[in-house]
């Protein structure tokens, strides 16, 4: 049993072997957080304090809930598997398919990920005729999830003016159509996991006594919602305002009686969700509402070399809201930190691609190099350049394996097998393939589904003519399909690719061999999550198999994909890589409007600064690192279809100079190769031609003696960099990416613009 606990610093071991009360870990990147919780768990189980029944740890990813048990699997002679870790969603999802008639949803409640939300947003504000220019269903979505994380209910949400009471119509509209649909968006998972305890005091009494032990990993990024549930369950008072979760000003719970104990580590400086309504207050509210004694820092670092270190710790001192910690490490300074600046995003790809060959070449495994950025929309390029190198890959958080439109419709079908009223589900594959039912049938459909407020499924029944016998004939093959339903589940699938001819489909389409290979993985996938997860049904139950699939498939979207036992580099955002770590880390796109994105830069809504989240996650992508850290950028990159040109990241000014290792000149001044090319949308747009030593000049203003790519200095705005001009003489206007003040465009006869 020392065992367990050798190899842990001072600090580390106390808060490993503290008594049973509440405690806060307050440390930074690296300093062994996440470890200490997992050898916490250990240290309880195998000294006899706790069962592990009586523990529950919340992880962030279902990445880290895998890991987490992989570790204490081997630690313990117990089954892990058995045991309450996960994601607030995943744990949230298993309370209520344990309970899912109090909670008053289907057996086999459906999951809908944000892009099925989206939709099905977007169907009920077609159905109610609402203007979704007024409305756009993106915002309306946000709109939604954020009251669901406030605790409430469109009947508790108070609107004042027509348009909050038209968007509260919408919201009490869309909690109508899921419940009516069977199914759950993720805001929901927590939403109805709180009321159904909260409501019900018996079921909360019970897991109340059952979690002795509440362990939550990177609390700063809890959301209050998610805070007032770990509250409950701790056994704070069961919240008397069942649709107003939120803790009442200065509660103080640390006298109830039967209460777990809770051990919460987090790090304010890696708190990257407050745009998703996590709310860093939660780590003082904990501190003062549970009256927590034991408060823990830890300040060692154990992952990264010295230079990435005091590269993490200088940019993160820019921001002035910490609690404050610096971090230190007691392995040498390293290697320096290598940046590479690329005329064009192409050459920053080709280069990224030669450094992984060449630490491959130098015997490192893929696995352990990852390559980072702000935004997904960066992936496409990169993506590119590795396929053609024939360098294996694996995109996290991309368009994901779940995600990819056959998947979804395979998975469609299996929905409507479980519940034939998921009208989602049913719109996407009532007719794909192709089986002959135009607009016209769906909207009779829809009329005769809203007249007689049931689900499409039910009201086929209702619509005639040729329309009608289409319709019969789908709601045939659902049930047909229906009738398979205790077939093993890979066969089950298998069954219907044959049935609902998605299989003929993509066999007669000219690109349909990947989706075809991606229909058989599926069918993998199905298999290896029984071997893995299989659950037992009960006699005469409908198979929890394919309950337990469906919700995976929905949470576990993206965090892992086909072929993960290959030796892959690891492609993904910031956001995702948070609590991960490699060998050699590479941050691409270092440049100001992408990182820091330009949408954070002026934002100071919600209290939260916009920038010092951006901070905060550049002080996470720099602490991923263990040995070495190469920064990206591109002075010119395609994005969103037009070609963008950027000043380097304010991000690297903030490094000492001294940690930096220039692998390209550091030209102060650019001119580029560009040509005016038309585009669809009537913008001007300029494609690189050639790398920046062509050294042709940029094109109007003539004579102007400004060009395109030029660094400039305005009065008011500061630094910039001209990336787009029209006109001539007086007439003549440039558009500058000021680093400051973001994009502007500016008459050259009245700005006072130098050329620096
Ligand atoms: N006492 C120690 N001795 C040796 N290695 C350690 C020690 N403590 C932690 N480590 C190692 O340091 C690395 C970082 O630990 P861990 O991931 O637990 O940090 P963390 O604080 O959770 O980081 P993050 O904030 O990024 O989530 C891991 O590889 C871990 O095994
Ligand atoms: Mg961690």
Not at 118 to 132: C, E, I, P, Q, T
Not at 136 to 141: F, G, N
Not at 258 to 274: E, L, M
Request: hydrophobic share 40%; aromatic share 8%; with cysteine.
């Amino acid at each position: 049993m020392t065992s367990l606990l050798d190899n842990l610093n001072e600090p580390q071991h106390a808060a490993v072997t503290l008594p049973a009360e509440h405690a806060l870990i307050l440390a930074g990147a690296g300093s062994g957080k996440t470890r200490v919780l997992t050898t916490r768990i250990a240290w309880l189980i195998s000294t006899g304090q706790a069962s592990p029944q009586s523990i529950l740890a919340v992880t962030f990813t279902n990445k880290a809930a895998k890991e987490m048990q992989t570790r204490l699997a081997a630690m313990l002679p117990v089954n892990v598997k058995s045991m309450w870790i996960g994601t607030f969603h995943g744990l949230c999802n298993r309370l209520l398919r344990a309970h899912y008639r109090d909670a008053g949803l289907p057996q086999l409640f459906q999951i809908l990920d944000s892009a099925d939300q989206l939709s099905s947003v977007k169907r009920l504000m077609k159905a109610l005729n609402v203007d979704d220019e007024k409305f756009p269903p993106r915002e309306m979505c946000q709109f939604i999830n954020a009251q669901k994380e406030q605790g409430l209910r469109a009947s508790a949400v108070e609107a004042w003016d027509s348009w909050a009471k038209q968007k509260v119509e919408i919201y009490a509209a869309y909690e109508a159509q899921c419940q009516r649909e069977g199914v759950v968006d993720f805001a929901e998972l927590l939403l109805r996991s709180f009321e159904l305890l909260s409501r019900n005091e018996p079921l909360l009494r019970h897991y109340q006594e059952r979690f002795r032990h509440i362990l939550v990993d990177e609390f700063q990024d809890t959301n209050r919602l998610q805070y007032a549930w770990l509250r409950m369950l701790a056994g704070g008072p069961a919240n008397g305002h069942p649709t107003n979760p939120l803790p009442a000003e200065g509660g103080d719970y640390s006298t109830a009686p039967k209460g777990a104990s809770i051990f919460a580590v987090g790090d304010d400086d890696q708190s990257i969700y407050a745009f998703r309504g996590a709310d860093v207050g939660n780590m003082r509210d904990f501190e003062r509402e549970f009256n927590v004694k034991n408060m823990i820092r830890l300040e060692q670092n154990y992952r990264s070399h010295g230079n990435i270190l005091d590269a993490a710790n200088a940019i993160i001192r820019n921001n002035p809201h910490r609690l404050g910690k610096n971090l230190w490490t007691h392995a040498g300074s390293g290697e320096p930190i290598r940046v590479y600046e690329a005329y064009a995003d192409s050459d920053e790809a080709r280069w990224i691609v030669e450094e992984v060959k060449s630490l491959v070449r130098d015997g490192h495994t893929r696995a352990e190099i990852a390559l980072l950025y702000r935004s997904n929309a960066q992936s496409r390029a990169l993506e590119h350049a590795l396929f053609n190198a024939g360098i294996p890959y694996r995109v996290y958080g991309g368009l994901r394996f779940f995600e990819r439109a056959e998947i979804k419709h395979a998975l469609a079908y299996l929905r409507l097998i479980a519940n034939p009223n998921d009208d989602t589900a049913f719109l996407r594959v009532v007719n794909f393939p192709v089986r002959g039912i135009g607009a016209r049938s769906l909207e009779a459909l829809q009329d005769a589904a809203k007249a007689a407020n049931s689900s499409l499924h039910a009201a086929i029944t209702q619509v005639s003519g040729k329309g009608g016998s289409s319709l019969t004939a789908f709601a045939q093959l659902i049930h047909q399909l229906s009738e398979a339903v205790h077939l093993p589940l890979p066969e089950l699938i298998d069954h219907v690719l044959e049935l609902s001819g998605l299989r003929t489909h993509y066999q007669n389409e000219k690109e349909g061999q990947e989706r075809l290979s991606n229909l058989d993985e599926l069918i993998n996938a199905a298999a290896s999550f029984i071997a893995e997860e299989g659950t037992v049904s009960e006699e005469g139950e409908l198979s929890a198999d394919l309950a337990a699939f469906l919700a995976h498939a929905s949470l576990e979207a993206g965090e892992h994909q086909a072929g993960e036992g290959d030796d892959a580099l690891q492609l993904m955002t910031v956001h995702s890589a948070k609590g991960l770590e490699f060998n050699m880390v590479f941050i691409s796109g270092l440049e100001e409007g992408l990182f820091p994105h330009e949408n954070a830069v002026n934002d100071t809504k919600n209290g939260s600064n916009g920038l010092e989240e951006e901070r905060r996650l550049m002080y996470v992508a720099v602490t991923r690192a263990r040995q070495r850290l190469y920064l990206s950028i591109a002075q010119s990159r395609m994005l969103h279809g037009q070609t963008r040109y950027n000043l380097p990241s304010r991000f690297l000014d903030e490094i000492p100079k001294e940690l930096l290792k220039w692998l390209t000149p550091r030209v102060e001044k650019q001119h580029f190769a560009v040509s005016p090319a038309p585009s669809s949308n009537g913008l001007k747009t300029f494609h690189n031609q050639s790398p920046v030593t062509a050294q042709r000049p940029g094109r109007p203003p003539e004579r102007s003696g400004f060009s395109i790519g030029m660094n400039v200095h305005h009065a008011k705005f500061g630094p910039g960099v001209i990336v787009n001009a029209e006109g001539s003489g007086t007439d003549a206007r440039v558009q500058v990416n000021f680093k400051a003040a973001g994009v502007k465009w500016l008459a050259l006869a009245i700005a006072k613009l130098e050329a620096v």
